[in-house]
């Protein structure tokens, strides 16, 4: 019984993947998600190309982009596959391809100027200034923990500190009298950002009216403490700033970073250059921290619009 072309190619096709695998598995070490993963993705791939009549080995950089406005269109069955997808099925053919050069089965690479599209790069939530002002004066009374929460927001807004950041801090790190504190970011690595007065006082005031309280007898490094005494850890921060948060009515607007974003759209909105605001939030890299100058572009551009008499916006 003879055997169509089409299913050679296909029992091909599945040869050279199950080689690929194999070679990802034992020589590589990839994790079995990764691998079933690519092997999902491949195969369809292969789906693709018997039903255009291709050949994996054939294929040139065109079909592999045909292949990909495919999946990124979707159809009324199935839905367009993500961007975030779409570059791991990318990753996947371009290690597919070097595969097949590896095993001198092709000359050529397809993949050489295959592109997925970029992933939509999300926006992070920031407050305005009456909301800060209203979050941070949330804590009220002279209680300890109030004491402390008050002197923690003020630190994280004023500073653009992570919540690992915070919460690591210890007393020896802040230096109230000259106003700047040292943050371990990052692969450990220190930084010194300046401390602004609002932040300046609460801290000062929580150190001598509320910590002494909570920490009592015992020895503790770190700034900012719980009810017993111990370093505060990331749910505890977290439940503090949610807590405060939602009495000023910002619980869905908000989480512990949002205050780390806030600051930074601030200070590129009073004037602060990128490099200097790249310093102060740790970035390694200055495309980390030109997010905020589209932010900050966003938010520009909502001003102008609600507030200029002759700006309409394109229905």
Same mark, same amino acid.
């Not at 034992?26 to 092997?39: D, Q, W």
């Not at 950002?193 to 020895?219: F, H, N, S």
């Given at each position: 019984?003879?055997?169509?072309?089409?299913?050679?190619?296909?029992?091909?096709?599945?040869?050279?993947?199950? /080689?690929?695998?194999?070679?990802?598995?034992?020589?590589?070490?990839?994790?079995?998600?990764?691998?079933?993963?690519?092997?999902? /993705?491949?195969?369809?791939?292969?789906?693709?190309?018997?039903?255009?009549?291709?050949?994996?080995?054939?294929?040139?950089?065109?079909?592999? $982009?045909?292949?990909?406005?495919?999946?990124?269109?979707?159809?009324?069955?199935?839905?367009?596959?993500?961007?975030?997808?779409?570059?791991?099925?990318?990753?996947?053919?371009?290690?597919?391809?070097?595969?097949?050069?590896?095993?001198?089965?092709?000359?050529?690479? !397809?993949?050489?100027?295959?592109?997925?599209?970029?992933?939509?790069?999300?926006?992070?939530?920031?407050?305005?200034?009456?909301?800060?002002?209203?979050?941070?004066?949330?804590?009220?009374?002279?209680?300890?923990? $109030?004491?402390?929460?008050?002197?923690?927001?003020?630190?994280?807004?004023?500073?653009?500190?992570?919540?690992?950041?915070?919460?690591?801090?210890?007393?020896?790190?802040?230096?109230?009298?000259?106003?700047?504190?040292?943050?371990?970011?990052?692969?450990?690595?220190?930084?010194?950002? !300046?401390?602004?007065?609002?932040? +300046?006082?609460?801290? $000062? +005031?929580?150190?001598?009216?509320?910590?002494?309280?909570?920490?009592?007898?015992?020895?503790?490094?770190?700034?900012?403490?719980?009810?017993?005494?111990?370093?505060?850890?990331?749910?505890?921060?977290?439940?503090?700033?949610?807590?405060?948060?939602?009495?000023?009515?910002?619980?869905?607007?908000?989480?512990?970073?949002?205050?780390?974003?806030?600051?930074?759209?601030?200070?590129?909105?009073?004037?602060?250059?990128?490099?200097?605001?790249?310093?102060?939030?740790?970035?390694?890299? +200055?495309?980390?921290?030109?997010?905020?100058?589209?932010?900050?572009?966003?938010?520009?551009?909502?001003?102008?619009?609600?507030?200029? !008499?002759?700006?309409?916006?394109?229905?």
């Amino acid at each position: 019984m003879a055997i169509a072309t089409g299913d050679l190619t296909r029992q091909s096709f599945e040869h050279h993947v199950l /080689d690929f695998l194999a070679y990802l598995e034992f020589e590589r070490g990839l994790s079995r998600n990764t691998l079933e993963a690519y092997r999902s /993705d491949l195969l369809q791939f292969g789906t693709f190309l018997h039903a255009h009549g291709l050949d994996a080995l054939g294929a040139q950089h065109a079909d592999l $982009a045909a292949f990909m406005a495919h999946l990124a269109q979707g159809t009324p069955e199935r839905p367009a596959v993500a961007p975030a997808t779409l570059q791991r099925k990318t990753a996947c053919l371009r290690s597919f391809y070097r595969h097949l050069r590896r095993e001198n089965l092709l000359d050529g690479d !397809p993949t050489a100027d295959l592109r997925a599209p970029r992933k939509q790069q999300r926006l992070p939530k920031v407050l305005s200034r009456d909301q800060v002002a209203a979050l941070l004066a949330a804590p009220t009374g002279t209680a300890p923990a $109030a004491l402390r929460d008050r002197a923690l927001l003020e630190l994280m807004y004023a500073c653009g500190l992570r919540a690992s950041e915070a919460i690591e801090l210890h007393v020896a790190d802040v230096d109230l009298q000259v106003g700047v504190l040292r943050a371990r970011g990052k692969g450990s690595k220190e930084r010194l950002v !300046p401390v602004g007065r609002e932040a +300046i006082t609460a801290v $000062a +005031i929580y150190l001598k009216r509320g910590r002494p309280l909570l920490v009592g007898a015992r020895e503790e490094r770190h700034l900012f403490v719980n009810q017993r005494g111990g370093g505060l850890t990331r749910q505890g921060l977290y439940k503090i700033v949610q807590r405060h948060a939602a009495s000023v009515g910002l619980q869905d607007a908000m989480s512990p970073h949002t205050l780390r974003h806030t600051f930074a759209t601030h200070l590129l909105a009073g004037g602060c250059d990128l490099r200097s605001l790249q310093e102060m939030l740790g970035h390694a890299d +200055i495309a980390t921290t030109q997010i905020y100058t589209h932010l900050s572009a966003e938010r520009l551009k909502d001003v102008y619009f609600k507030a200029h !008499p002759r700006a309409v916006k394109d229905a």
